[in-house]
């Protein structure tokens, strides 16, 4: 069994002509962190290692999940240039080459992405809004097979 939990970033902050790739999150951000940091504690995900996109606004997603969620403390958390895509492609192929001695992985990635995941591996087109937690379930021992698993999607305004 395979689980992978996906948290796209939290809410972009536009006020500086920034490059994408620098982008910060914004207040409204913070704050769906913080309701959703409470969701991501009574779900007990336990991940055992965390990836995330090296985009700025990933990172600080992840920082501030890290500093109002204990499901993150202690865990291996590691940057992929792979996870800075938009089309889901390399994110798919990222997935299928985890190392399969994690049965449960997280990653903080970007939309179309995880839109186009839970169309891929779910069979369940959701736009996912920032700050949208998606877990799939996957009866497979091996991430390369996976396919169609189980999803269940977690989004801001629905705990705001």
Known sequence: MKKLTIIR????????NLPDILRPISTRGKKDIKVMSLLVDRLNLSPE???SSTSK????????????SS???NIDFHKSELLYDFTGYNVLNFIKN???KYSNVLLFSHNNSCSFLT????NDYKHVPT?????FDFDVS???QISIGKLNHYFPKSYR
């Open 9 to 16: 970033h939290a809410k972009s902050d536009w006020e500086h």
């Open 49 to 51: 290692i965390i990836y």
């Open 57 to 68: 606004r990933t990172i600080e997603t992840y920082e501030n999940f890290l500093k109002h």
């Open 71 to 73: 499901a993150f403390k």
């Open 98 to 100: 985890i190392d399969d």
């Open 119 to 122: 169309a891929e591996l779910a």
């Open 131 to 135: 700050c949208g937690i998606i877990i």
């Open 142 to 144: 091996l991430w390369s």
